[in-house]
């Protein structure tokens, strides 16, 4: 049974950073595409960030130079590093694994297993 748990986040003032973490059990990652997405109040969940196997990186437009994902495939840990973070930033971050594919995708209903969360508030 798999099992994510996202940390890393709280109330940060614009311009701050924050690094998030999401710890998988249950199911040894290193094969598997992970994924960041994110959902602010009353808006869909949409894509962040994506990593594969090999280490390639996505980023949705509206993060791109800010967001770095990462994967620490040994310890079955992905990183969202985040810097400049703005208010828009706003939202409950997820992580989520890809079970069936080898390639990164954007589109939440291709993830299969996703973590509870961690809350983003980033303050003006």
């Known amino acids: 049974q798999v099992r994510l748990v996202e940390s890393g986040g709280g109330l940060v003032q614009a311009g701050d950073s924050l690094r998030l973490s999401c710890a998988a059990s249950?199911?040894?990652?290193?094969?598997?595409?992970m994924g960041w997405f994110r959902q602010a109040p009353g808006k869909e969940r949409e894509f962040a960030a994506g990593?594969?196997?090999?280490?390639?990186?996505y980023y949705a437009n509206s993060v791109e130079g800010r967001f770095t994902i990462s994967r620490e495939n040994a310890k079955n840990t992905v990183y969202l590093q985040i810097v400049s973070l703005k208010p828009e930033d706003t939202a409950v971050y997820y992580c989520?694994?890809?079970?069936?594919?080898?390639?990164?995708?954007?589109?939440?209903?291709?993830?299969?297993?996703w973590g509870q969360g961690t809350q983003v508030t980033v303050s003006s």
């Open positions: 989520a694994l890809d079970g069936d594919s080898w390639l990164v995708r954007r589109n939440s209903d291709e993830y299969d297993y």
């Open positions: 249950g199911r040894t990652f290193t094969k598997n595409p």
């Open positions: 990593i594969g196997p090999s280490g390639i990186t």
